[in-house]
């Protein structure tokens, strides 16, 4: 059963702490993407990579979001410092190239939680 | 600036009737659209999709229909089912064909 695995699934933090989350993608998908869904925002596009170089970050903080590609296996999005305005869920999606099909896999998401 | 508008942050629907979200887009460049569905502690998933060479693309009770003159699209459940009740998002691949631009989302509540 491929499926996209996310972990840790509940993070509560602490303002100023550092928040790492991981993805494994669907084994056979060369594209690989982060999402943040919030209230006002809806399903924001933060970063994607494809055959693990990075392809667009232009959604992300610059100056406290880093995503990673460290093998075609995993895919890590850290935040440093954390602040209660990262409170959201992060998702991570997989797919082979989207061309004009658009279908996205996606796993269950990341709740992050920052006081 | 959201390219992709969904401007109905909620709707409420009786079982058996039909349930209609909508979505507006901006960019005319745009041409694959697809809805997704999302239930409580689940990623969202893909439901249906329509190419702009398309008005309208039906899979069982779901039909999603496009106007590309007024950059609109829709998506009718019918019969609507308890079950239906999830969030919808509306998205577009981007111009570049890489990635998905979602809209904020609509909450679809059926009530038997």
């Known amino acids: 059963d491929a499926r996209v695995t996310q972990t840790p699934r509940h993070k509560v933090t602490e303002m100023g702490q550092e928040v790492t989350m991981r993805c494994q993608p669907i084994?056979?998908?060369?594209?690989v993407f982060w999402y943040r869904q919030t209230m006002m925002q809806g399903l924001e596009l933060l970063a994607y990579?494809?055959?693990?170089?990075?392809?667009?970050d232009s959604g992300m903080p610059k100056d406290r979001f880093s995503a990673e590609m460290p093998d075609a296996t995993l895919a890590t999005l850290k935040i440093q410092p954390s602040e209660p305005r990262d409170s959201a869920v992060y998702f991570c999606?997989?797919?082979?190239?989207?061309?004009?099909?658009?279908?996205?896999?996606f796993g269950e998401g990341s709740r992050l939680t920052v006081l | 600036d959201q390219q992709v508008k969904q401007n109905s942050p909620s709707l409420s629907v009786q079982e058996g009737r039909i349930s209609i979200l909508n979505c507006d887009y901006t960019?005319?460049?745009?041409?694959?659209f697809l809805w997704y569905k999302k239930y409580p502690a689940e990623g969202p998933t893909f439901l249906i999709s329509?190419?702009?060479?398309?008005d309208k693309n039906e899979d069982g009770r779901f039909t999603v229909f496009l106007n590309k003159s007024a950059k609109h699209l829709s998506l009718h459940i019918v019969p609507s089912q308890p079950g239906d009740s999830a969030v919808y998002f509306c998205?577009?691949?981007?111009?570049?064909?890489?990635?998905?631009?979602f809209g904020k989302g609509t909450t679809l509540s059926v009530s038997s």
């Open positions: 999606a997989s797919a082979n190239v989207i061309g004009t099909t658009g279908e996205l896999f």
């Open positions: 084994l056979g998908h060369n594209t």
């Open positions: 990579f494809r055959n693990r170089a990075p392809l667009d």
């Open positions: 960019n005319s460049m745009f041409d694959y």
């Open positions: 998205a577009a691949v981007n111009q570049a064909g890489t990635a998905l631009i």
């Open positions: 329509i190419s702009s060479i398309k």
